[in-house]
């Protein structure tokens, strides 16, 4: 007797449908699996054998085997645990092996029968859907998770004998209703504010513009002068995520394990990794490849608070990653590829001491102890932020004076122009955002008017330029125009970008 | 009492609880090099493999927890020749394991199975 269903593995942030066939027939009582499967997959036969017999159910004598198909692919975890035990019912005729032919069936068991949540539920749901499977049984735990998809019916189970009374007809259990996304954009609160920062006008300037473009930047400065605050205030000024956006950064999280209980991640992800990173868990890997920061940062916010404190390694590894927009890792059983579209936010002081340079506090560090702190950030990593900003403390008696700046929703909506501007021109191709243009397209896209053009060129070769840092500057100008809504990248423009260019000459000379 | 007169004294109430329960024995004490198996059983279309464990009290543990992984694979083994000589390789086959101390007599159908023990 055998009976067919459809699961889900995962390969990167893609669901692979695996058909699990199940066998009954007489002759030495075994229980195998076969088709590549790992330890958590072969040790459930345990949890099946348990689950089934704890729901009331006899579990077959008889030789029962299990292929997982296609059978050259590595078969990992346990949501493989429901379909198997569903087809090994069918085999026994307690549900029509007919009805479940055609439908997805995932979820891990536990031993007293009930549906545990599994890790990528909402990666697998969206595979599903485009490979045309009509109907998919999962774990409720996933259930918030995959609200936001629609053109499959999605069938959320608790328990084993739930899963068999709604197949066998007996108890229909009511689909996830797919929940709109505007609904779910409605309710966003944000912790940090830009109207609890008080001064800093040239640096919230500067961060508006990042926002806008998508750019990388760094802020130096002394230490308590808001540079972290200001960081953690970026996701409220950064526009809404699309709903497509919103799927692959959930995708990504959903991979790594730590989808938002809320289900659909719909605020921009701002990650914040401790300088201690090791470059496995910023880029990813591991033994099945998961995702690492930079992927979990896709679409938002990456940032590194006290640049020169993480190692050396971690940080060059992030310069591959930064150009491409993804990351592919590479390991012995897994071979995955995660996009890693985000905006790198790095904060550091300018020496050991913090205060070289301030006009508040004197410095106590030697030139050799400065020149050494500055080198831990190697001049290639700095040629690829586009924005290197200088952010002062703010004497205590201006603080009190201030009154309370201007709200991130007011900046948002800038941004959001901006950012609208941008896509116009950016409409027949695939780039996001300014940050995103290659250097092939700077000619298309950026047209300079003449005395700009002059101006750029003088700039090049006073400040001895990079080919590549002369491009980002193009970029951040092109940004600077989009938020006044101009077309072309005047004098003005250019001078502005220039100057979030000139720190390096200060500190890395 | 010995601890030979004991089982003997088990395997014969278990003989005559099989029966009792409408099973056809079909050998007693099955020996091959392998192991032996106490008693072998028709039930219905089914053979059955039954071991006998016989504990006068439980302060040992229960007796059905006697039947250790390396009996399981000598009883497995043991059949396979026994299924073989016989032409019942594509029969429904079931490993049961009878329990008695004292005068309880537990019947544990589908003990175990063949999964990785041969």
Redesign the interface.
């Known amino acids: 007797m055998l009976s067919t269903t459809l699961c889900y593995g995962l390969g990167g942030i893609d669901g692979l449908q695996i058909t699990v066939e199940v066998n009954l027939s ?7 699996i076969v088709g590549l499967p790992d330890a958590a997959v072969k040790e459930a ?1 345990e949890r099946i054998r348990a689950a089934l017999r704890n729901c009331g159910y006899s ?1 077959p ?2 030789r029962i085997t299990v292929n997982l198909a296609p059978a050259d692919l590595k078969k990992e975890g346990p949501s493989f645990d429901l379909p198997i035990a569903i087809a090994i019912l069918a085999c026994s005729h307690r549900v029509n092996p007919i009805a479940i032919r055609d439908i997805a069936i995932l979820g891990e068991l536990s031993l007293d029968g009930s549906v545990r949540p599994i890790r990528g539920a909402l990666p697998m749901a969206i595979s599903a859907r485009t490979h045309g499977v009509k109907k998919m049984i999962l774990p409720d735990g996933n259930s918030s998770e995959v609200s936001c998809i629609d053109g499959i019916e999605l069938i959320p189970a608790r328990n084993l004998t739930q899963v068999v009374r709604h197949l066998s007809g007996e108890e229909k259990i009511p689909p996830i209703e797919a929940a709109a996304y505007s609904q779910l954009l409605k309710n966003r609160e944000y912790s940090s504010d830009f109207r609890f920062v008080k001064g800093q006008r040239s640096a919230k300037r500067a961060l508006e513009i990042a926002a806008a473009g998508g750019h990388n930047v760094l802020m130096v400065g002394p230490p308590g002068s808001g540079k972290t605050l200001m960081a953690r205030c970026m996701p409220s000024i950064l526009p809404d995520m699309t709903f497509d956006e919103a799927l692959v950064s959930t995708r990504i999280h959903s991979v790594a394990g730590c989808a938002p209980e809320s289900g659909l991640l719909t605020e921009r992800p701002f990650r914040s990794p401790h300088h201690t990173a090791s470059h496995v868990s910023l880029v990813g890997g591991g033994v099945h490849a998961v995702p690492g920061e930079i992927s979990k940062a896709h679409n938002g916010v990456l940032f590194l608070d006290e640049l020169p404190e993480y190692k050396r390694d971690v940080l060059e590894a992030l310069r591959q990653p930064m150009e491409d927009g993804f990351v592919s890792i590479t390991r012995v059983s897994a071979q995955s590829t995660y996009p890693s579209e985000f905006m790198l936010i790095c904060s550091m002081n300018p020496c050991p001491c913090g205060h070289y340079g301030s006009r508040t506090h004197e410095c106590r560090c030697s030139s050799a102890e400065i020149r050494r702190y500055l080198s831990r950030v190697s001049g290639p990593l700095l040629d690829r932020i586009d924005m290197h900003i200088e952010v002062e403390s703010i004497p205590a008696e201006r603080l009190s004076e201030e009154k309370e700046a201007e709200a991130s929703c007011e900046i948002r909506k800038r941004v959001e122009e901006a950012r609208a501007f941008q896509r116009q021109r950016y409409e027949n191709s695939k780039i996001s955002c300014n940050a995103r243009l290659g250097a092939q397209n700077i000619h298309e896209f950026c047209k300079l008017a003449p005395d700009a053009r002059k101006m750029l060129s003088m700039a090049t070769e006073t400040m001895g330029l990079s080919n590549r840092a002369f491009t980002r500057i193009i970029k951040v100008a092109r940004t600077i125009a989009d938020l006044e809504k101009e077309m072309v990248i005047n004098q003005t423009h250019i001078a502005e970008a220039l100057q979030y260019r000139s720190i390096d000459d200060k500190y890395w000379h | 009492m010995s601890g030979h007169i004991l089982g003997v004294q088990g395997e014969a109430a278990a003989y005559k609880f099989i029966k009792d329960a409408g099973m056809r024995p079909l050998a007693k004490n099955y020996k091959k090099r392998s192991g032996e198996i106490d008693i072998i059983a028709r039930d219905k279309d ?1 053979i059955v493999f039954i071991e006998v464990k016989t504990r006068s009290r439980d302060s040992f543990g229960s007796p059905e927890a006697a039947v250790t992984r390396f009996k399981q694979r000598s009883i ?1 083994r043991t ?2 020749i026994y ?1 073989k000589e016989n032409k019942l ?7 049961d394991v009878i329990a008695i101390s004292g005068e309880n007599v537990k019947h544990i159908k ?1 003990a175990f ?3 990785e023990l ?1």
Do not use: Q
């Open positions: 007489s002759g030495l009582p075994m229980f195998d036969r579990f004598e008889d | 089914a497995v059949a396979l299924l390789l594509s029969a429904k086959i079931r490993f589908n199975d063949a999964t041969l």
